[in-house]
């Protein structure tokens, strides 16, 4: 099982960038695919996080309304769409999938067994 993240790159405060997670060796299914991000000197945070039977989503506080995660089942794939992207959103952002998709466990980044490398988003202001 491998999961590729990409799209990041360095954005002005304001705009915007959408990440891809492409798996391979692994089929969507009933489970979950998550995203996270972890700034230097700070703690691994759950971002977004969608449901792959079903397409539920779920969203930090920190994010809602701005970001949006989808499903690309043609090219079994998760994207997350990012806008007004502030310097506080700079960070290494990971997708990560886990089994299932408990609706109470998906900002647990223990319940993910898979994760990408992690694809870097920095924001200027």
């Known amino acids: 099982v491998q999961l590729v993240e990409s799209g990041g790159g360095l954005v002005q405060a304001g705009g915007s960038l959408t990440l891809s997670c492409a798996a391979s060796?692994?089929?969507?299914?009933?489970?979950?695919i998550g995203w996270f991000r972890q700034a230097p000197g700070k703690e691994r945070e759950a971002v977004a996080s969608?449901?792959?039977?079903?397409?539920?989503?779920y969203y930090s506080n920190s994010v809602k309304g701005r970001f949006t995660v989808s499903l690309d089942n043609a090219r079994n794939a998760v994207q997350l769409r990012m806008d007004d992207l502030q310097p506080e959103d700079t960070a290494v952002y990971y997708c990560?999938?886990?089994?299932?998709?408990?609706?109470?466990?998906?900002?647990?980044?223990?319940?993910?067994?898979?994760w990408g490398q992690g694809t870097q988003v920095t924001v200027s202001s």
């Open positions: 969608i449901n792959n039977n079903n397409a539920r989503t």
């Open positions: 990560a999938a886990r089994a299932g998709a408990s609706p109470y466990l998906w900002g647990m980044a223990v319940e993910y067994e898979y």
């Open positions: 060796g692994y089929t969507f299914g009933n489970d979950a």
